[in-house]
């Protein structure tokens, strides 16, 4: 490769754009040639990169740099093919940079196999030494790439035993973790970039990213606020510690920095969706109706009548829920929130096997979603398919195990459709405390004192409500 970096690549540019400028015919030494590509590639002129690597090739059609950034050209286009083709013709054994090149292609194609044998045999190589971190770290970010998270973590943690403070290493190492769900060491990751730079915005904003998909919710407000101290009117991250605020049940809060937000950029339309949904959360429907009325007056009519039906739903004021669902438009048909009224409509008639197959329904639309999975259990329930709505309350509990009132509605299931073990066995899952919330509920005492009651006889007391068939008596669904 040439060396570059003795080259004015200022005076090189402007004497470029001069002999351009007059119509001159353009000469350059290779290295100047590619000293000039690479500029031109650096500020997004891309196409300008290319002739100039043409022109080059021209004069110096032998050149290893310029047939280099040819093919980087190739792949930077996503012609594979071409670019494969190209390198086989042209032969990539000797050098590294074009065996990159090679290896980028085969995994863009679907060849791995082939890039394994080619990364295999460069690592054999004896000559490889002072080319080896460069080599490594490399295939990392092309496996990043083309989403093979666990080989590109095997490899940029072998470059980071060579070189631990490399951003770019650890950037892509934190993307790889946060793709494989493995947030904690995204977030270890992540705080190894904040120790080389602790004011980068994008750190700060990135790690309380983290901690919000991890569910820590208090640091993920707090490295909110410490980014917002950086740049304190960025409102992507604003919007973001609203939203963490809101599943950490500060609804109040996030209503306000939502409110906010709107006022200052009233063309979002995201904002309207997460304030309408914080009115929801805190039972505000007069706040959600006006709300939506401005979101209808800003940006047209699509999903309101629908919207406004689950909102006279939510109330139970099903006769006008029922009117407005026969005017939602055919548009605004076949969505999760039009299957999850048509089933709430349903079950309100009492038509469980139509609100079963609405639920159905919502659950293509949307297989992961909690409230969806819910109204699957009750239905089960209101069916007596206990089995079935076990499996339900199962699966919510994987999605979240918090999920209100999804342990205590098992636990009554299981004594329904089983032994005494299996109600023994979700009992082992309850805090003491949240024993003595479900006792307290189940036999509608008030003044049972904890204090009073260890663990021990609390499941003596839930176990004789059992025995006494009073677990549904109570519940309600």
């Known amino acids: 490769m040439g060396d570059n970096d003795e080259i004015d690549i200022n005076s090189l540019v402007e004497k470029y754009e001069q002999m351009r ?51 980087k050209s190739l792949v930077y286009s996503e012609q594979y093919e071409e670019a494969y083709a190209f390198l086989n013709d042209l032969g990539y054994d000797d050098d590294v940079d074009m065996k990159l090149l090679m290896i980028e292609c085969l995994l863009n194609l679907g060849k791995g196999e082939e890039a394994d044998k080619i990364i295999a045999k460069t690592l054999q190589d004896d000559e490889l030494d002072e080319d080896y971190y460069f080599f490594i770290t490399e295939v990392g970010f092309l496996f990043n790439d083309v989403d093979n998270f666990e080989r590109a973590i095997h490899f940029l943690e072998e470059s980071l035993k060579i070189e631990e403070a490399n951003p770019d290493v650890l950037i892509d190492l934190a993307y790889a973790y946060e793709m494989q769900s ?99 959360a805190m039972e505000q429907y007069d706040r959600v109706m006006r709300l939506l009325d401005r979101k209808e007056e800003k940006f047209g009519s699509k999903g309101i009548m629908l919207r406004r039906a689950l909102v006279y739903a939510a109330q139970e004021k099903f006769p006008i829920a029922e009117a407005l669902f026969k005017l939602v438009p055919e548009e605004d048909k076949d969505t999760l929130d039009y299957y999850m009224l048509e089933g709430e409509l349903a079950f309100y008639h009492d038509d469980l096997l139509a609100s079963e197959m609405a639920f159905m ?44 009132t999804a342990k205590s509605r098992l636990a009554f299931i299981r004594f329904e459709i089983g032994a005494k073990e299996p109600f023994d ?21 008030d003044d049972i004192e904890l204090s ?6 609390i499941l003596v007391r839930l176990n004789e409500a059992r025995e006494n068939r009073v677990l549904f008596k109570n519940i309600k669904y």
């Open 182 to 280: 493995n947030f904690d060491k995204a977030i270890e990751y992540n705080n190894k970039l904040l120790d080389i730079d602790p004011y980068s915005f994008d750190g700060w904003v990135n790690i309380g990213k983290l901690y919000s998909m991890n569910s820590r919710y208090d640091k993920a407000i707090d490295a909110f606020d410490f980014a917002l101290t950086i740049n304190e009117n960025d409102f992507p991250t604003l919007k973001m510690k609203a939203l963490s605020l809101y599943l950490n049940d500060n609804v109040e809060e996030a209503i306000r920095i939502f409110e906010n937000c709107i006022l200052e950029t009233p063309d979002d339309e995201s904002l309207y969706e997460s304030l309408i949904e914080g009115y929801e």
């Open 361 to 404: 329904k919502a659950s293509l639309v949307s297989p992961d979603d909690e409230m969806v999975i819910d109204r699957l259990a009750n239905v089960s329930v209101a069916r007596e398919k206990f089995e079935q709505a076990a499996e339900y309350l199962e699966q919510l509990l994987k999605i979240d195990p918090d999920f209100p």
């Open 21 to 71: 400028g007059f119509g001159k015919k353009i000469y350059f030494d290779a290295d100047e040639f590619a000293a000039l590509a690479d500029y031109f590639h650096s500020i997004e002129r891309h196409e300008e990169a290319d002739e100039i690597v043409n022109q080059g090739l021209i004069i110096h059609p032998e050149n290893q740099e310029l047939l280099v950034l040819q093919v």
């Open 452 to 457: 009073a009651l260890d663990r021990e006889k």
């Open 425 to 445: 066995e979700i009992m082992k899952q309850f805090s003491d405390e949240e024993l003595y919330e479900l006792l307290t509920q189940i036999t509608n005492v």
